[in-house]
């Protein structure tokens, strides 16, 4: 038995699952987890002593690497000042400027600790500000375990919402609208029949939780129309997205103004933060300018941010087209070795990420991602885990380049893609 497993036993029976978040336990892909002693660079190690290429990135945050120098000096010279203060303190304006400077729809953002918070906030936010009820999602689209959002369409019915897990009542969904991906004139009828009652349209403008999926064109600005007519506000959840994409984000790229905007994962640099922020006007009806009560005891706590900080302020110094165009490279290089074996794939990538979908037709959706076929991906992880390769558990994920990765990584992926048998 490995250490791995080991500690998997010991985990099982105290801590559900043996795991703090479920894709962690890897029975999709019907392995079990690898238990992570360290991470350095591009390269996490196991308990077990094996070293791997990582392409979860801690599922996106580590986009400099994993131990960054500059991120790892300041969160040193930090820990000696104390952990933290539950008041204000500096770190925490550092933290704000960057993001209102780098975003073009947030003029102020408030601190919370994950981007599940960020996310539950702005919707309370969202309805505060607006006086409605409804908010609109898309299948697909993950925004964190809000009850509110942890939705699914019943066959098809857009309109019909029934709660994703046990747990969430009917009546807390009941607000909840859906749409597909990509799927405009759904968002439309659903506009002409409650337009007048929906308080936010919520949408990873690039989405990463069904795999990675691209909006097409006209999607994004459709969405910004159908809002503006309606005195809905349009919430970017760029908790992927944000600094990924580009340093401005999704909204930066595809030049679009959100009202809101939700981040998380990249701006706490490996420590646990969210933030959202938007408009002046929206934000100061938070408490305590505004009567839309929200709180948090460890927000804006000083590690958390001087991490954030220091990520964002080395990322002004990164090229990000160029860490585009070898994830380009590598992943369209992968997608030839597969095909040539004769495995069907679809492509899709952006900035520094890339889901690899085991199917042929193209994936715009979650209808589509969901025909990708989970056996052929179960095979590539498992044999690419064997062979250092670190992916993550799930045919429906992103996998995460880095600044810190570089043509010694890329080749070894490649080459353990070559040795795989289907
Ligand atoms: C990860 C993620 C969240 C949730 O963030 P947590 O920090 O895990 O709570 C929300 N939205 C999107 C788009 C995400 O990818």
């Given at each position: 038995?490995?250490?791995?497993?080991?500690?998997f036993?010991?985990?099982?029976?105290?801590?559900?699952?043996?795991?703090?978040?479920?894709?962690?336990t890897?029975?999709?892909?019907?392995?079990?987890?690898?238990?992570?002693?360290?991470?350095?660079?591009?390269?996490?190690?196991?308990?077990?002593?094996?070293?791997?290429?990582?392409?979860?990135?801690?599922w996106?945050?580590?986009?400099?690497?994993?131990?960054?120098?500059?991120v790892?000096?300041?969160?040193?010279?930090?820990?000696?000042?104390?952990?933290?203060?539950?008041?204000?303190?500096?770190?925490?304006?550092?933290l704000?400027?960057?993001?209102?400077?780098?975003?073009?729809?947030?003029?102020?953002?408030?601190?919370?600790?994950?981007?599940?918070?960020?996310?539950?906030?702005?919707?309370r936010?969202?309805?505060?500000?607006?006086?409605?009820?409804?908010?609109?999602?898309?299948?697909?689209?993950y925004?964190?375990?809000?009850?509110?959002?942890?939705?699914?369409?019943?066959?098809?019915?857009?309109?019909?919402?029934?709660?994703?897990?046990?747990?969430?009542?009917?009546?807390?969904?009941?607000?909840?609208?859906?749409?597909?991906?990509?799927?405009?004139?759904?968002?439309?009828?659903?506009?002409?029949?409650?337009?007048?009652?929906?308080?936010?349209?919520?949408?990873?403008?690039?989405?990463?939780?069904?795999?990675?999926?691209?909006?097409?064109?006209?999607?994004?600005?459709g969405?910004?129309?159908?809002?503006?007519?309606?005195?809905?506000?349009?919430?970017?959840?760029?908790?992927?997205t944000?600094?990924?994409?580009?340093?401005?984000?999704?909204?930066?790229?595809?030049?679009?103004v959100?009202?809101?905007?939700?981040?998380g994962?990249?701006?706490?640099?490996?420590?646990p933060v969210?933030?959202?922020?938007?408009?002046?006007?929206?934000?100061e009806?938070?408490?305590?300018?505004?009567?839309?009560?929200?709180?948090?005891?460890?927000?804006?706590?000083?590690?958390?941010?001087?991490?954030?900080?220091?990520?964002?302020?080395?990322?002004?110094?990164?090229?990000?087209?160029?860490?585009?165009?070898?994830?380009?490279?590598?992943?369209?290089?992968?997608?030839?070795?597969?095909?040539?074996?004769?495995?069907?794939?679809?492509?899709?990538?952006?900035?520094?990420?890339?889901?690899?979908?085991?199917?042929?037709?193209?994936?715009?959706?979650?209808?589509?991602?969901?025909?990708?076929?989970?056996?052929?991906?179960?095979t590539?992880?498992?044999?690419?885990?064997?062979?250092?390769?670190?992916?993550?558990?799930?045919?429906?994920?992103?996998?995460?380049?880095?600044?810190?990765?570089?043509?010694?990584?890329?080749?070894?992926?490649?080459?353990?893609?070559?040795?795989?048998?289907?």
């Open positions: 038995m490995s250490i791995s497993n080991i500690l036993d010991q985990a099982k029976k105290i801590i559900p699952g043996g795991v703090n978040s479920p894709v962690r890897c029975s999709g892909v019907g392995a079990d987890p690898l238990f992570i002693s360290h991470a350095q660079g591009p390269y996490i190690y196991s308990e077990d002593g094996h070293k791997m290429v990582d392409y979860v990135m801690s996106g945050p580590m986009i400099l690497g994993h131990n960054h120098p500059a790892n000096r300041a969160l040193h010279e930090a820990v000696d000042k104390g952990t933290s203060y539950g008041a204000p303190c500096k770190p925490e304006i550092d704000a400027g960057l993001i209102v400077e780098a975003l073009p729809g947030v003029d102020m953002v408030r601190m919370v600790n994950s981007g599940t918070e960020a996310t539950m906030s702005a919707l936010l969202a309805r505060g500000y607006t006086g409605r009820s409804l908010v609109l999602k898309f299948t697909g689209c925004h964190g375990h809000v009850d509110a959002f942890l939705a699914s369409a019943g066959s098809g019915a857009a309109t019909l919402c029934i709660p994703g897990t046990p747990g969430v009542p009917e009546e807390v969904v009941a607000n909840t609208l859906l749409a597909d991906y990509n799927n405009l004139s759904q968002v439309k009828a659903l506009f002409e029949k409650h337009g007048r009652d929906i308080a936010a349209i919520f949408v990873e403008p690039v989405a990463g939780n069904m795999g990675l999926v691209l909006p097409e064109k006209g999607f994004l600005e969405l910004r129309q159908l809002a503006d007519q309606s005195g809905t506000l349009l919430v970017f959840d760029e908790v992927i944000g600094f990924r994409i580009s340093y401005s984000g999704a909204q930066g790229y595809y030049g679009i959100p009202d809101m905007t939700c981040l994962k990249i701006i706490g640099g490996g420590l969210g933030a959202y922020g938007g408009k002046k006007e929206i934000m009806k938070i408490a305590p300018c505004g009567d839309v009560y929200q709180a948090g005891t460890l927000s804006g706590n000083p590690l958390a941010m001087t991490a954030g900080y220091h990520t964002l302020k080395t990322l002004q110094d990164m090229d990000y087209q160029l860490l585009t165009d070898k994830t380009e490279e590598l992943a369209n290089n992968l997608k030839k070795i597969l095909t040539d074996k004769g495995v069907p794939v679809q492509l899709n990538t952006i900035g520094s990420i890339f889901t690899l979908f085991f199917t042929s037709e193209p994936v715009r959706d979650f209808t589509s991602a969901k025909k990708s076929n989970q056996e052929l991906f179960k590539f992880y498992n044999q690419m885990r064997d062979q250092g390769i670190y992916l993550a558990p799930s045919g429906f994920e992103c996998a995460f380049n880095s600044f810190a990765h570089g043509p010694e990584e890329w080749e070894k992926t490649l080459d353990a893609a070559r040795n795989v048998r289907f």
